[in-house]
């Protein structure tokens, strides 16, 4: 199941024999069947967290703790992934920093997240490394097929098991 609830599909690639906070690389799979533009995306996804944080604070009262997506954000600008315009953002993450990524391909967004700096990582340089190879091979890979076009490649004859008839 996708920590962040909105993803359909998550991909997490984790350095697992580690003290601490372990770096990772993620990859969020969300549906984009509305066609939305990158931008309306995001802004969708700002307008319903900034809703939760209303009912958070309704709930709670203005002192209380709701941290929200926005409240995180540090820094937003256009960016390339795999060729393809993209969204990036840093996130604050309270003793480190995260990076994500986000573009469109087909009806997805495709969200990559990962450490950007981080004090507390003994191995932050060869990490950062790693994750740079990371990112800097991911491709989009798309495969269309037409389904007449496979039709015609299924030789026999073909009867109903309900409708001998059919």
């Known amino acids: 199941k996708p920590q962040e609830d909105r993803a359909l599909h998550e991909i997490v690639i984790r350095k697992e024999e580690y003290e601490g906070h372990r770096p990772s690389f993620t990859i969020d799979i969300f549906t984009n069947d509305a066609g939305r533009s990158l931008n309306d995306w995001w802004n969708l996804w ?8 209303a009912e ?17 954000i540090e820094q937003e600008e256009s960016t390339i992934l795999a060729g393809t315009p993209a969204h990036k953002v ?26 950007g700096n981080n004090p507390n990582d003994p ?4 990490n950062k490394e790693i994750t740079k190879k990371m990112y ?4 989009f890979d798309v495969f269309i097929v037409d389904i007449n076009d496979k039709i015609k490649d299924i030789v026999g004859s073909w009867q ?7």
């Open 56 to 72: 958070c604070l309704k709930e709670h009262g203005e002192d209380a703790p709701c941290l929200f997506l926005r409240d995180i």
């Open 160 to 166: 109903s098991t309900d409708d001998e008839k059919s």
């Open 90 to 115: 840093k996130l604050f993450k309270f003793d480190f920093e995260e990076e994500c990524v986000y573009a469109i391909n087909g009806n997805y967004v495709y969200g990559l997240c990962y450490d």
């Open 123 to 126: 191995d932050f340089i060869t």
């Open 136 to 139: 800097e091979s991911f491709i």
């Open 46 to 53: 700002l307008s319903d967290v900034d809703a939760e944080k």
